[in-house]
């Protein structure tokens, strides 16, 4: 067992401490965007049907990467305590468990990926047109899920135990693959044949599968902060259970979040092609825009797992208060951007007018949502990160049940808003999330959560 030196995270300046674990998530999480960003960049000169589809496509792919990510969160919260109690042994055991979750999950959404894409995409109520430019892409994200799982548990490994340098310079290597790869294999440049939309999916396959390779690596060589060993392994169902009961609700969170998304385009869709392509663009800038708010959380969660491992709840709440701090100053710069250039931000994904006049408009609405991001990203993986997954799941649950899909039906049905009705419905859904997540953090029952 090795476990390596670095800052003490649980002592010290704890703005020096979420500084020093933010900053490479947000450099890893925006360089993880990259690939994604790039090949809708790419799509987007193959015209409307292939943004529609990909952005449909895009949802389904991450209804089943959140359900991973939130089984995860369960492994990042245990690994975060235990390191912060000095248990590296206990540490290392979670990771080995996590390895057999991992594995056998993947397997189940690879299954149903091959079986039931065209199902998913049909049950959307995309044109066909849709359908047809992107049911294999939606199969070959679904069977490279296995790659990517492992990946993003080696990632939580790393991060959970104060390592965030080395996730990002990952990231970094096995991006920079993935924007050379991308259009070689969409236009079938050079000697790569064309393949559309399908060349940005075996993109991400193998993309992924360099970084998955790295990370384990890294890990098995002892050259992060844990060194993951599998000597005396053997499965564990009380181990797999822990795991598994903190993250389970996580990944209910996760997957009803995107399963909301993924009705909102189901809302969207009955109002045309071009009203589909400009909601999937507005996500896609979303996702860059919320790269700072989630790495500063991710980071704000590290530090509340190791200060309550170490029993210092006070740091592990100060820790949640200035990375809500740091990305509340974020958002409102980025909500006056947006304000002022959104066409110009919109025209680098399409030089469309009429995309481009909707896709601003989608965006200035959403600024409304916008200003409160830091009180709902950081404050709900402080909470996550501390073990307490059980009340983030029910906000979430309520706020899309109860306000974002019922506002978004009525506003977009029964109000002359039409589709514009759907985007302040997110807005709406927004500030129902911070003050639920402030509440409760001030509370402050998340901090005698026991894992």
């Known amino acids: 067992m090795h476990f390596g030196g670095g800052r003490d995270l649980t002592r010290g300046s704890i703005l020096r401490n979420l500084l ?11 360089v993880n965007m990259i690939g994604p960003t790039v090949d809708m960049i790419w799509v987007g000169r ?3 049907d292939a943004i529609a589809g990909v952005g449909v ?3 389904a792919v991450m209804l089943a990467q959140s ?5 995860f969160q369960g492994l990042r919260s245990m690994v975060s305590r235990f390191i912060g109690a000095r248990d590296e042994k206990q540490a290392n055991h979670v990771a080995q468990q996590a390895v057999v979750i991992g594995a056998v999950s993947s397997a189940v959404l690879a299954i149903m990926g091959i079986f039931f894409a065209e199902g998913i995409l049909r049950l959307v109520g995309v ?17 490279g899920m296995t790659a990517m799982s492992f990946r993003m548990m080696a990632e939580g490994i790393m991060q959970a135990s104060g390592d965030a340098v080395t996730p990002m310079k990952i990231a970094v290597a096995f991006r920079l693959l993935h924007v050379v790869l991308s259009p070689l294999l969409i236009f079938g440049i050079w000697i790569f044949p064309r393949m559309g939309v399908n060349g940005a999916a075996v993109t991400n396959v193998f993309s992924q599968s360099l970084g998955t390779a790295l990370a384990f690596w890294i890990l098995l060589k002892g050259q992060s902060r844990l060194k993951l060993s599998f000597t005396g392994f053997r499965i ?15 990944s209910v969170m996760g997957m009803q979040m995107t399963l909301g998304q993924f009705l909102l385009m189901f809302f969207v869709a009955p109002f045309g092609t071009l009203a589909v392509a400009a909601h999937t663009l507005n996500q896609r800038i979303e996702m860059i825009m919320f790269m700072p708010a989630w790495g500063v959380g991710m980071a704000a969660g590290v530090l509340a797992g190791q200060n309550l491992g170490a029993f210092q709840p006070a740091r592990a709440e100060k820790s949640g208060w200035l990375g809500t701090v740091l990305v509340e100053a974020f958002a409102i710069l980025c909500s006056l951007a947006i304000l002022l250039w959104a066409p110009a931000i919109v025209h680098v994904f399409s030089s469309d007018a009429e995309l481009v006049r909707l896709a601003s408009t989608f965006l200035r609405i959403a600024v409304g949502g916008y200003v409160v991001t830091g009180f709902v990203g950081v404050l709900q993986q402080s909470i996550s990160g501390a073990g307490d997954t059980l009340m983030p799941m029910v906000v979430s649950l309520l706020a899309m049940w109860l306000v974002l ?3 978004a039906f009525f506003l977009s049905r029964n109000t002359s808003l039409g589709v514009y009705g759907i985007r302040w419905a997110i807005v709406a859904s927004s500030a129902a999330n911070a003050i639920a997540y402030t509440t409760y953090f001030r509370l402050g029952k998340w901090k005698q959560k026991r894992v």
């Open 46 to 48: 193959l015209g409307p």
């Open 20 to 30: 020093f674990l933010s900053w490479p998530m947000i450099v890893g999480n925006s």
């Open 67 to 71: 359900g991973l990510m939130g089984l």
């Open 236 to 250: 564990d169902p009380r181990m797999v259970w822990r795991i598994i009961r903190i993250g389970f609700p996580a």
């Open 127 to 143: 044109e066909q047109a849709v359908i047809a430019e992107s049911a294999d892409y939606l199969r070959i994200q679904f069977v």
């Open 57 to 59: 496509s895009g949802i």
């Open 405 to 407: 899909l019922p506002l």
